[in-house]
């Protein structure tokens, strides 16, 4: 039993590794050796504060191939790392990358950090990535961030499980959400009701990209 | 990938010659998700989502930053362009 945990343990310091490789060779395939090297260092610092370095990443190489300045890639990232530890403090001091991925964007949004407090308080032994991305996407929708942070804390204060709170945005009744009718929120195993919307834009309008087919 | 959702994008844009979609799931690769144009003009591909929320956008004709029509826009625009939102959920256990 000690023996496998060890093996488990070796294979996921093997694939951190593999992935913190990866995301190396990324960058350096796609910025100029300057602009490499300052993200770098960016990073090794955002490492070395215990924050995940895979969102910085992904945000760097979105600069590059919007074909941004390296000098702006550079100040978005480090800016973008300043945001995650402030989700992180917001979160109790803790959580998984997509945690603080999805508590920046909720932040950034204009929920309040006493919410991410609340929902991590509320959902101590649970990831927290869904109820924050659903309170982001309800600000997105046209929802006050108040109203959003009342309404999905109250969900999670019930119990609600992540698939719950994800059909929120599409359950509520707000004119800037109305229009929406079709939830772009499934939960795996759930097979897209697929309404004739390929047909044009008002059509397309019913089904985002959360039209989901899960594959047998 | 062998988990995750599949999720579906369609754009209905059929002056276009050529639309990919590029977001966190792909590392913002321009090359690595194509759309096939549907005979209607529609253009889509699925591709398949772990959990959690996701920003992407559409590139048409290599160069034309498109964000999708039918999902809210992801908080802020750091590179001029804003990006699509869309949350996949976990399935029901």
Redo the contacts between chains.
Sequence with gaps: MRYAGAVVLGLAVVTVRVDAQANDD?LRGAFDPPTYASLHAVMDSARAAGLPAE?L???A??????H?SGE??IA?VRDLSARLADARTALGGYGTA?EL??GT?AL???IAPITLADLRRLRHNEQV??P???A??L???GVRPDSASARVLRLAAAGA???E???L?HSIASPSVASSVSP???????E?ASPT?????KA????????????P | MTDGTVVQFTLPIPAAHQVVVVGDFNHWDTRATPLRRTPNGTWRTTVRLNPGAHVYSFVVDGNRWVPDPAAPLAPGSDFGSPNSLVTVAPGAT
């Design positions: 990324r969102p990443v992904d945000k190489l979105e600069g590059a191939a919007k941004a702006r890639i978005v997509d991925s999805a964007a950034r949004a204009g990535t869904i924050l991305a659903v982001a996407e600000v997105a929708r499980r992540d698939v709170l994800a059909a945005p772009p929120v499934v939960g795996a195993g759930e897209a919307s390929l047909n044009g834009p397309h309008g019913v089904i985002p990209a959360g039209t989901t087919k899960q594959k």
